[in-house]
């Protein structure tokens, strides 16, 4: 069975039927959120967001192409998933740019790198965005780095600034899938202990081969039970897309997934 290969291909052991059907059932129900490292405007990658994607999905967009002048939520012609909006902590989303937010259905905050007690810097930012984006009706997430979390409380009180956490370990991805797990499900219990209310979402990349595809799409498949959504980082390439593609397909069997909701108005 292919939950069976996802399981082994992160190198842990096999769960029961039972359980295997329980994490693939879960994982064709929950989201997903796309942060490309590129304008989506005109690519392939948005036709396919549009033709493949849910309402409870979500593609980020950079501040540097929502927020120029003229522009607007609107005019990234998104049709079926949520936009969200990747903003620096000197944006101000309640006056100077709100215009340009109409439209968007979050806000995503990256902290600088975050060393030992210097939280209270990054939570005078990360507490103005979140109450500009609950005023504005947006949900609020922060993401989680590596670097950000070798002082355990730093996930705690991320998590509590924040509807969304997403968590990004690049490295601890090379580390194989019971290493990896263990560090993740620890960051998780942190952010949940300090935030009951707080969604999890697991940060992966889209890869350049079908292999590494596979080995992405048995993480998600190992994490399944610890998580709210899944995010995808991708590239402006067609290997990327590929990938997502691919990635889709896995983790959204047409037998396990529910009827895709009509699109936005």
């Known amino acids: 069975m292919l939950v069976g290969v996802l399981a082994l291909a992160a190198g842990l052991p096999a769960l029961t039927a039972m359980e295997d059907m329980a994490r693939m059932a879960k994982l064709a129900r929950m989201p997903v959120t796309i942060y490309p490292d590129h304008d989506v405007r005109g690519t392939a ?3 396919w967001v549009n033709e493949k994607a849910r309402a409870d999905d979500a593609l980020v967009v950079s501040h540097l192409d929502a927020l120029k002048v003229s522009a607007r939520i609107a005019d990234l012609q998104v049709t079926t998933a949520e936009v969200w909006v990747h903003v620096p902590g000197e944006v101000s989303i ?19 790198a975050i060393g030992r007690g210097d939280f209270r810097m990054v939570r005078s930012v990360s507490s103005r965005l979140r109450e500009d984006a609950h005023a504005a009706g947006m949900r609020f997430t922060m993401g989680m780095e590596e670097g950000d979390l070798r002082l355990r409380a730093n996930a705690a009180e991320m998590a509590r600034e924040a509807d969304i956490v997403t968590i990004y370990l690049p490295r601890k991805l090379q580390a194989g899938g019971k290493e990896f797990r263990a560090y993740f499900e620890r960051i998780v219990q942190d952010a949940r202990g300090a935030n009951p209310q707080v969604q999890v979402e697991l940060a992966l990349t889209t890869a350049n081969s079908l292999e590494a595809t596979r080995y992405i799409a048995s993480l998600a498949f190992a994490n399944a039970d610890l998580i709210d959504r899944l995010g995808f980082f991708c590239e402006n390439t067609p290997e990327s897309l590929d990938s997502l593609r691919t990635l889709m397909t896995v983790l959204r069997p047409p037998d396990l997934v ?8």
């Open 94 to 112: 309640r006056d100077t740019h709100r215009r340009n937010f109409e439209g968007a259905k979050g806000v995503v905050f990256v902290p600088p």
């Open 258 to 265: 529910r009827p895709t909701t009509e699109a936005k108005p």
């Open 45 to 47: 990658l948005l036709a």
